[in-house]
């Protein structure tokens, strides 16, 4: 029997990959593997996207070919953005590995494999697949890839380059696979795709967000879904209002917005100004909703009072959440040859002092909490403390709710209870136990 091993790396569209291969793999009769040192095959999905993202996929490839020193037997894989982007670059110069796939759907990758074939690419990227077959995650949540490829052609974004144009699951399909997972346990699902809203436009001729959402929450049992990466520039008021209607759909918006002062975002190939973003949140703000973006310092001719700019606007809007990072200087974009580069020094105070801030703004955030109740996911046990989320958290990038009192009547992993908030911090919040039993579920605000 043989076994293998998988590495995610990257964003979770590559969580969702992996969760298809590895169902694909079990269906042939592979076994998985926890030991890499024990596996056949060693699977790495990589991450291209910027330099650091790169960096991490290229050290964890060694990292795995030196296992060789002690077991000849594996056969390690990289495959995903990173080696579509720069497959004959690792064909050339990276000999220790046994094998190497580009952008290809799970269901090529078995193929390949079955038939002895290790190399391989399509110039054309495979992003989309119908699984009828995936593995069921080691967790209360689980991402579903509804589409992939995008075209908006950011000038700082390589991702087109080696995704290809934008493609969308159907809507049966989708919900399917969410019908599977939620009859499997999974608590929260969480749609991802390059760019959220465009889902739909190529097979639907339209926005189809909105119609995909009013499916799935039809489905039978208590769950969430969550909805990642909507595009600031075309965050449609239907969408906004889908997923406030939607009780099972959380109020929590991912925006990406990189930046606030016009000329900057100009600069970046974006299309809606600050006073539009401002417009913009104030819609979502409508309901009591969550709202994380991205923000990226250190774009070419990227001003003192361009960074003031968007250090005010951090402090004015109060984003719930919040991640940066420096821009990446990427070959085959427009911001590759822009002039005005800032140096990395620059780009490292900037972010740390951006990451301060919000900092002060989360805490002071995260204090209102106090006193009041949420519904939380409990996900993990430590130390007799339960630990969870609630609809403020995405999983991995965002707080956890920890919970030291639960009471005479110790809940199980995978419950929703009612949660009294009881401490805070920058982050996390603290709590204890009011309500154990499944209630009906009820819409977060």
């Known amino acids: 029997m043989k076994k293998f091993h998988i590495v995610k790396l990257g964003c979770p569209k590559n969580d969702a990959d992996m969760e298809i291969l590895k169902g694909l793999l079990l269906s042939k009769g592979y076994k998985h593997e926890n030991n890499p040192q024990f596996a056949d095959y060693i699977f790495i999905d990589t991450c291209g996207f910027i330099e650091e993202a790169k960096k991490e996929s290229i050290e964890t490839i060694f ?16 495959i995903g953005c990173l080696t579509q982007r720069y497959f004959n670059e690792f064909l050339e110069n990276v000999p220790e590995i046994d094998g190497l796939y580009g952008v290809l759907s799970p269901k090529t990758i078995v193929e390949k494999i079955e038939n002895g074939e290790f190399f391989f ?109 909507l595009h600031p520039d075309f965050l449609s008021e239907e969408i906004i209002e889908s997923i406030h209607r939607n009780e099972k759909v959380l109020n929590y918006f991912d925006v990406p917005i990189q930046h606030i002062s016009d000329k900057i975002l100009q600069s970046m190939g974006r299309h809606k100004k600050r006073s539009e973003l401002m417009k913009l949140f104030e819609k ?9 973006t991205t923000l990226m310092v250190g774009f070419p001719g990227e001003k003192v009072e361009d960074f003031e700019e968007l250090v005010d606007f951090v402090k004015e809007v109060k984003f719930e959440r919040m991640g940066s990072f420096k821009f ?18 620059i780009k490292n105070q900037r972010q740390n ?65 009612k949660v009294r908030i009881t401490g805070s911090y920058e982050y996390d919040l603290e709590g204890e136990i009011v309500e154990h039993e499944h209630t009906k579920f009820f819409k977060l605000f």
């Open 284 to 292: 979502i703000r409508k309901e009591p909703s969550v709202i994380r």
């Open 121 to 229: 690419k399509n110039d054309i990227p495979e992003t989309l697949y119908n699984c009828k077959i995936r593995a069921v995650p080691n967790s209360y949540y689980a991402y579903v890839k509804i589409g992939d490829g995008c075209n908006r052609n950011c000038t700082f974004c390589s991702i087109p380059t080696f995704k290809g144009k934008p493609k969308s699951r159907s809507i049966e399909e989708i919900n399917e696979e969410v019908e599977f997972l939620v009859s499997k346990g999974v608590k929260e699902i969480i749609l991802v795709s390059q760019d959220n809203t465009l889902y739909g436009i190529d097979n639907y001729k339209k926005q189809a967000l909105p119609d995909l959402l009013d499916k799935l929450n039809d489905i039978r049992g208590k769950f969430w879904i969550r909805v990642m990466y």
């Open 63 to 78: 990292e795995y070919t030196s296992l060789k020193d002690n077991n000849k037997n594996p056969k390690v894989i990289p």
């Open 328 to 345: 990446s200087k990427e070959e085959n974009t427009r911001s590759f040859t822009f002039p005005e580069q800032i140096d990395e020094h």
């Open 353 to 417: 002092e951006l990451m301060a801030v919000q900092s002060k703004i989360s805490k002071n955030l995260m204090e209102k909490y106090t006193d009041k109740s949420l519904e939380v996911l409990l996900e993990e046990k430590e130390d007799n403390v339960y630990i969870g989320r609630s609809f403020l958290d995405a999983p991995e990038i965002d707080g956890n709710v920890y919970i030291k009192n639960f009471g005479d009547k110790e809940p199980y992993l995978g419950d929703f209870v």
